[in-house]
């Protein structure tokens, strides 16, 4: 059973990236011919005899300079290394898969008597025309463990093997490039299709006005659009989109389609010149043939468990770098420069692609890369993510080891810190090769200078290329041309719009504990009024809020206890963690013992040893009996101060305990924890700094919509607006073009709640808001709940940040925020009635874990109907239970009729005649009831007529001899729906078509063996058992059957077969 075909997707998304594809020079498939080239097997996701059929036209056996064929034996055995690939995990599986497709595979020939093994390559990555290239559509493919099938909608295939997926969206639907991200992570599962997607490279999601690419395993805050740098590529797209098709093809497109769908589409598929889309320039940027294996090849990296994909940045980049080492200088040293990628957005995988690439430069013999940084724990990062490339890579001990590292020309990519060249030029150790590549990381800084003369007095000729993630001072960029001038730039505010980052949002809370007692009094009462009266005292005993100046431990205390309440009332409990910088070591041990004391939110610290200065401490400071018993106390437990820090980081980067990580300068530039998702400040920065710091909360996260910022030291002066800030910074040397949108106060957002407390009522503009069953009604089309759950999610966000900000509880009447909090309630448990009595499915992702914290801390749980997965229609006490809490004869018909509506669809592959057949009845007992021509009580009678109906199936209807045959009941049906009209004028039709049903039960059960539906010779047994009966029922009755109705209706028969054994399978 096929799903029915949207006309509307067809039309706008997927048969346009078709013509593409075929523009481009991809060959199409029906899907009927990609089934035969798999040789009729579903559960094959490679195209076997064209993969057969390439491997003999590319591979050579080369011995004594000869060139001699493969033997057939040799290139099955080559084949099966894919076609046979077990899937182990998707992470696993995807990367043999990968490293088969890239390095090729070796088999055994005898040659003379010689037994050797040969290289095979799977594909010429080289010269991409000799591959063969074809593409297709609904491509069916067979679940795992199951005769189910998915059916992707565009599948790209590179000499049969199956490189790109495409899943299609209307534009006009809620969020298309989501849902088809959603859909094409379902697909990935271990019990759905995952062998495709372990081949696979490149997945699109496409809606014509949106497109993302994303690669497998990758989370849909991953998939990303593309920026197209190629002048060359743009101006070619205007030929690309409005070259119509040869006849033939569109006619062959069409062709295969069901009328009336293919006269429909063949009247309003209009071709010719047109302007470009996102999904158009998407499929250009990535999909050409040249540009797909140069970017799979080049630009997919295998890190920590997850497979990447670059953005378009990092693509540019790499190439940029590569173009411009191949130029020289007058010396005769390659050309370098400086790459300015935005901190946050894969400047260390940029590294590792650059590396990858410069170690394949065409003419290079020994090419060695160095990367360079000046910490140890980034030259550990880049080491480790080097490894988990599983790039070859060494990392220099020390001094010497880097020496032998330097003069060996076996070593290709070597990482070290900045400091061991000191020990390479005592010892009088030059490199002269112009074949040396110098990564220098965070380049603006210490690398300038006196480094870099020392990095040029061991290299002379090597060709430096620096990497930095903050904007460059005006006079650094002047000193960068020093690396040969800016190579690529990707500036913040890009980076933002490209949603590579989260934005981030500013919040200055120092002036309220630093003034008066009003004010402090005022705090006290804000942050204590969810506790109770012995509670209070108790806390405002500790805090002896009756001084009138804060003593320094007041302060502190103050301060640590409205991070604990901010962050438990706004972050805990969602995955999201927050970093705490303080100024020195005295301060992080005394806050880590507050936090400690309070016991609300859990801690951890992370400082070097006391003998080392960090932030503005004095020795003295570092050597008090507190920060010294917390190192010994450390070390007792940790054992060296490597393993300390590696084990609290990996702690705070988990999805446990500890919940803030307090900090003094130590992980405040290079550090990556994406669920880091505020950064607390007491502690004053400049320059550079600033934004390496605000930068450890910009990563994307699930549930993060933004990287928060809060000041206790006034580093921004309490300025408004992004504007304003980097205005004052702009005086210390930054480009505000670098700059610009990177920060806004929490005020700016918090400014727009009245706006979005308003657009969730337009949603419902002339109905009575009095009236619950009219809220409800207003909602039944889908477009208009979205448009309600778009809204609501806008509000309840923004909500939830105001209620957690001083400024707005201060200043917002209480009066006023109790509307706020009260029409929250109101339409949280309206979207919750709404999501049940239409049947809609549950995404329990970040936004619910965001709106039950929201209930817990400012709503009260008692008052919110918790959102549940939708009750299935055969789990009779859940559902009966679930109808009689639901208020109104109309809301529990409707509810009735959206858990039938769902069975339908589950179900219908199972009973397509019987499934059909109750789904007109729904419809048309909605229909009436909308129409009046029921009441509210008829509609609920009606509704639960066909509940019952639904849930016997049939079973207590109809012929006595098919009760408890479910398979028979279905078959009867089918015959029914394709005899009926032939054999309609038959007396004893009934009787008839009961006996074939019964028999053809029989016939296929006593046929089935294991994995049958992969088995023609069996499937063809049950089709002639099929058809034996047909022809002595011709006979009995002198009807003829024609065959193309008994071919369609086998098909079907055996349909249902497929899908009632997956079924019960998967039960």
Not at 321 to 333: D, K
Request: hydrophobic share 40%.
């Amino acid at each position: 059973m096929t799903r029915p075909a949207d006309f509307r997707e067809l039309l706008s998304s997927q048969l346009p990236a078709l013509a593409q594809l075929i523009t481009l020079g991809y060959t199409y498939l029906t899907p009927q011919e990609a089934l035969a080239r798999r040789r009729g097997r579903r559960g094959q996701v490679i195209l076997t005899d064209v993969l057969l059929e390439s491997l003999a036209r590319l591979n050579r056996v080369r011995y004594l300079n000869r060139e001699l064929p493969f033997t057939p034996d040799g290139l099955q055995k080559a084949a099966d290394q894919l076609l046979t690939l077990p899937f182990e995990s998707q992470y696993a599986t995807a990367q043999e898969a990968y490293d088969l497709l890239t390095l090729g595979t070796s088999v055994e020939q005898v040659v003379d008597g010689d037994r050797k093994a040969f290289s095979v390559r799977y594909i010429d990555w080289v010269e991409p025309e000799n591959n063969t290239w074809h593409v297709t559509e609904e491509f069916e493919v067979e679940r795992s463990g199951s005769t189910r099938t998915r059916r992707p909608d565009i599948v790209v295939f590179c000499n049969g093997i199956p490189l790109v997926v495409i899943e299609c969206k209307r534009p006009d639907m809620n969020g298309p490039v989501e849902e088809a991200i959603s859909q094409t992570l379902r697909n990935h599962g271990r019990e759905e299709i995952p062998l495709l997607y372990s081949f696979a490279q490149v997945l699109m999601a496409a809606a014509q006005n949106e497109a993302k690419y994303g690669t497998t395993g990758a989370d849909a805050r991953f998939w990303a659009a593309w920026r197209e740098e190629d002048p060359a590529v743009t101006a070619g797209m205007p030929a690309l989109v409005g070259t119509p098709l040869p006849v033939a093809t569109r006619r062959k497109i069409l062709g295969w389609r069901e009328e009336p769908l293919r006269s429909r589409l063949d009247h309003a598929w209009q071709e010719g010149p047109r302007l470009a889309s996102a999904q158009d320039n998407l499929i250009a940027s990535l999909l050409s043939p040249v540009r797909l294996l140069e970017f799979i090849r080049g630009y997919i990296v295998f890190d920590a468990g997850v497979k990447k994909a670059a953005r378009y940045q990092q693509y540019y980049a790499v190439k940029e770098a590569v173009a411009r080492v191949q130029e020289r200088t007058p010396s005769g040293s390659r050309r370098g420069g400086v790459v300015w990628h935005t901190t946050g957005s894969g400047k260390s995988l940029t590294m590792v692609m650059l590396a990858r690439a410069l170690t394949s430069v065409p003419g290079l013999l020994t090419p060695r890369v160095v990367l360079v940084t000046d910490r140890v724990d980034l030259d550990q990062q880049i080491k480790d993510t080097f490894k988990n490339t599983g790039a070859a890579v060494v990392q220099a001990r020390d001094g010497r080891h880097l020496i032998g590292l330097l003069s060996s020309e076996r070593t290709q990519v070597i990482t070290t810190v900045l400091d061991k060249f000191e020990t390479c030029q005592r010892e009088g150790l030059k490199v002269d090769s112009a074949d040396v590549f110098v990564l220098v990381d965070e380049s603006h800084r210490s690398q300038y200078g006196k480094a870099n003369a020392l990095m040029r007095a061991v290299l002379p000729n090597a060709c430096m290329i620096g990497f930095t993630g903050t904007p460059l001072l005006k006079k650094e960029k002047s000193t960068a041309e020093k690396f040969g001038g800016i190579l690529h730039a990707y500036s913040m505010s890009r980076a933002v719009q490209d949603k590579a980052v989260a934005p981030l949002k500013y919040e200055a809370r120092h002036a309220e504990l630093r003034g008066a007692q009003e004010q402090i009094d005022r705090w006290f009462e804000r942050v204590t009024r969810t506790l109770t009266e012995a509670q209070r005292v108790d806390v405002k005993r500790q805090f002896q809020t009756s001084h009138v100046v804060l003593g320094a431990t007041s302060r502190l205390e103050e301060i640590a206890y409205d991070i604990g309440e901010h962050y438990a009332r706004t972050y805990q409990g969602r995955g999201l963690k927050a970093q705490f910088a303080v100024s020195n070591k005295l301060d992080a041990v005394r806050y880590k013992k507050i936090f400690d004391r309070w016991g609300r939110v859990s801690t951890a610290l992370i400082i070097s040893p006391p003998d080392t200065r960090e932030g503005r401490e004095t020795v003295d400071e570092a050597n008090v009996p507190e920060v010294q018993a917390f190192w010994k106390d450390m070390m007792n437990r940790y054992g060296t101060a490597q393993r300390y820090q590696e084990s609290v980081i990996s702690a705070f980067k988990g999805d446990g305990e500890p919940e803030i990580l307090i900090v003094v300068d130590k992980l405040l530039t290079g550090f990556d924890a994406p669920r880091n998702a505020v950064l607390y400040l007491d502690k004053r920065l400049k320059e550079h700094n600033i934004l390496q710091a605000i930068a450890r909360v910009n990563r994307l996260y699930a549930g993060k919509d933004f990287g928060l910022v809060v000041d206790y030291r006034g580093i921004f002066n309490e300025l408004q607006g992004a504007l304003d800030i980097y205005a004052a910074l702009e005086a210390e040397g930054f480009d505000p073009a670098d700059v610009a949108g990177t920060l806004e106060t929490v005020d700016v957002e918090i400014a727009l709640l009245p706006t979005r407390h308003g657009h969730v009522w337009d949603v419902f503009a002339g109905v009575d808001r009095s009236d619950l069953e009219a809220l409800q009604r207003h909602l039944e089309p889908q477009d208009r709940r979205d448009a309600f759950y778009e809204a609501l999610a806008s509000f309840a966000k923004t909500l939830q940040l105001a209620l957690s900000t001083p400024s707005f509880l201060d200043t917002t009447p209480e009066a006023q925020q109790g509307v706020y909090v009260r029409d929250l309630r109101f339409f949280l448990n309206l979207r919750t009635t709404v999501k049940r009595r239409y049947g809609e499915s549950v995404d329990f992702g970040p936004l619910e874990d965001q709106l039950r914290k929201l209930v817990q801390e400012h709503v009260g749980a008692d008052n919110v109907v918790q959102l549940s997965e939708p009750v299935s229609l055969f789990d009779l006490e859940a559902s009966d239970e679930e109808i009689l809490n639901t208020e109104g004869e109309a809301a529990r018909a409707d509810t009735m009729s959206s858990r039938i509506r769902r069975a339908v669809t589950e179900r219908m592959e199972e009973d397509p005649a019987f499934y059909k057949k109750l789904s007109e009845l729904v419809d048309e007992a909605i229909a009436h009831h909308r129409a009046q021509r029921l009441s509210d009580l008829e509609y609920l009678r009606r509704a639960e007529e066909l509940t019952r109906l639904a849930r016997d199936r049939g079973e207590t209807e109809g012929d006595p001899r098919l009760r408890g045959r479910e398979s028979a009941r279905a078959y009867r049906g089918l015959l029914q729906d394709n005899l009926g009209e032939t054999l309609g004028d038959v007396s004893e039709l009934d009787e008839h078509l009961t006996v074939a049903a019964l028999i053809f039960e029989q016939e296929i059960e006593r046929l089935k063996i294991r994995d049958w539906h992969n088995n023609a010779g069996v499937r063809n047994r049950m089709i002639d058992a099929m058809d034996d009966h047909l022809y002595a029922l011709e006979k009995q009755t002198e009807v003829r059957i024609p065959h193309s109705v008994r071919d369609a209706l086998f098909e079907k028969v055996l349909s249902v077969a497929r899908h009632r054994d997956g079924y019960q399978a998967g039960a």
